[in-house]
C-alpha cells in the first residue's frame, strides 16, 4: 500500500512539475509580439497570429493552389580547416518547387534584408498578396514563423505556415536538390543575422 501511495505522489510531483515547466516548453508556447530573437531553434508557438498553421495534410490540400513555397533554412557554413583547395559543395534538400532563401527567418534582419526578401516574395506572386505563400524550415525553427509574421505584417492575406519543415515532408514524399535563391543570394549573406 505504502508503495503504491508513493508511486502516486511521485506521478502527481511529475505531473505538477510538467505543468510548471519552462517558458520553451512544448506547452503553450506564446507567440512573442513581434518577431522571435532569441535563439533560432526551439519550441516554437502552436500558432501564428494573421496566418494559417498546416500539417502535412493541410499542405498536400494546398498544392493545387500552386503556393509559393519559401524555405529559409540555413546554408551550412564551409567546415572549418577544410583546406581552401579542396572543394566544398553543401547540398539542401527541400520540397519540389521551393524557392529557398537560407536565412530569410532571421531577426533582426538587416532593413537592406528585410526589403529584399520582401521584393522577392512580391515578384514570385506577381504582386498578389492573396496568392498563398507557404513559409517552413526545419522542425522547431523559429526561421519560418519569422518570415510568415513578415509576411503577414506586409499585408499577405494568405499565408500559411508549415512547422513540421522538410523533415516533415520527407516523411512521406521526395524532396529536390535546392540551391539558393539567386535573388536572395544578390541582396547579400543569406546567413543574414542568425546566431
Known amino acids: 500500500m505504502r508503495a503504491i501511495a508513493g508511486a502516486a505522489a511521485l506521478t502527481a510531483l511529475g505531473l505538477l512539475l510538467g505543468a510548471a515547466g519552462p517558458a520553451d516548453s512544448p506547452v503553450n508556447v506564446p507567440e512573442p509580439d513581434g518577431l522571435y530573437t532569441g535563439p533560432p531553434r526551439g519550441y516554437t508557438p502552436a500558432t501564428l497570429k494573421g496566418a494559417t ?13 500552386k503556393p509559393v513555397l519559401i524555405d529559409v533554412v540555413l546554408a551550412d557554413h564551409r567546415p572549418a580547416g577544410l583546406p581552401a583547395d579542396r572543394p566544398w559543395l553543401p547540398t539542401h534538400r527541400s520540397i519540389p518547387d521551393a524557392v529557398w532563401m537560407p536565412g530569410a527567418g532571421g531577426a533582426p ?87
Open 109 to 195: 534582419l538587416p532593413p537592406e534584408k528585410e526589403e529584399a526578401f520582401l521584393r522577392r516574395v512580391a515578384e514570385l506572386t506577381g504582386g498578389d498578396k492573396a496568392k498563398p505563400v507557404v513559409t517552413f524550415c526545419r522542425p522547431e525553427c523559429w526561421g519560418s514563423w519569422n518570415a510568415g509574421k513578415r509576411l503577414v505584417a506586409a499585408g499577405y492575406s494568405r499565408v500559411y505556415w508549415f512547422p513540421l519543415g522538410v523533415e516533415g515532408w520527407q516523411d512521406n514524399h521526395d524532396t529536390a536538390v535546392a540551391k539558393p535563391d539567386p535573388a536572395w543570394a544578390e541582396s547579400g549573406n543569406g546567413r543574414a543575422a542568425q546566431r
Open 53 to 65: 498553421v498546416v500539417d502535412l495534410k493541410g499542405l498536400e490540400a494546398l498544392l493545387p493552389d
